[in-house]
């Protein structure tokens, strides 16, 4: 059963991405000037700056790449996520999170990490090829890269959720 939900909400998120990289560049712009704009009237009402309305503009226009950026590591960690959830609940006799594995074991879960950090790419690169017929959208192999940064975060973080201690004795 959770196998079967876990595979929709992927199907979905797919789907997901595939609405926003279905904007065309004006409409995409502007939800992502928007979101820009709001965190920038967040940071002045936190950090009780007072600025204009020309400063918030301002300092909008120049967090959009990074907002953009962040929107597309996002959707990639997230589809990692529930690929890698989706593969562990597949393979149940692959224990994710006991320690003391066989090394086959061990290299089961390196493999279950690895195709659902590639199948993530993948829809990446096809995501990318999409955007070549939105109008104003390019499809660009550094937007699949920054996908896939995104998409080994997501791993990373359900490693770190799992293992903190490994990871804390090695700092």
Not at 5 to 24: D, H, K, R, T
């Amino acid at each position: 059963m959770k196998k079967r939900v876990i595979g929709i909400l992927i199907v979905l998120w797919m789907a997901v991405i595939f609405l926003f990289s279905a904007q065309s560049a004006v409409k995409s712009s502007k939800v992502s000037q928007s979101t820009a704009y709001r965190i920038a009237e967040w940071q002045n009402r936190v950090w009780k700056q007072k600025k204009t309305e020309q400063e918030l503009t301002a300092q909008a226009e120049r967090m959009q790449f990074a907002v953009r950026k962040g929107a597309h590591m996002s959707e990639y960690a997230v589809l990692s996520v529930l690929f890698l959830l989706y593969f562990m609940e597949c393979s149940k006799e692959v224990s994710f999170f006991q320690k003391n594995l066989s090394s086959e074991t061990k290299r089961r879960r390196r493999k279950i990490m690895f195709l659902a950090w590639g199948l993530t790419v993948c829809y990446a690169a096809t995501d990318e090829i999409h955007q070549l017929f939105v109008p104003g959208r390019a499809g660009r192999i550094s937007d699949v890269c920054i996908d896939g940064i995104g998409a080994l975060a997501g791993i990373l973080f359900i490693i770190f959720l799992h293992f903190p201690a490994y990871f804390l004795k090695k700092i």
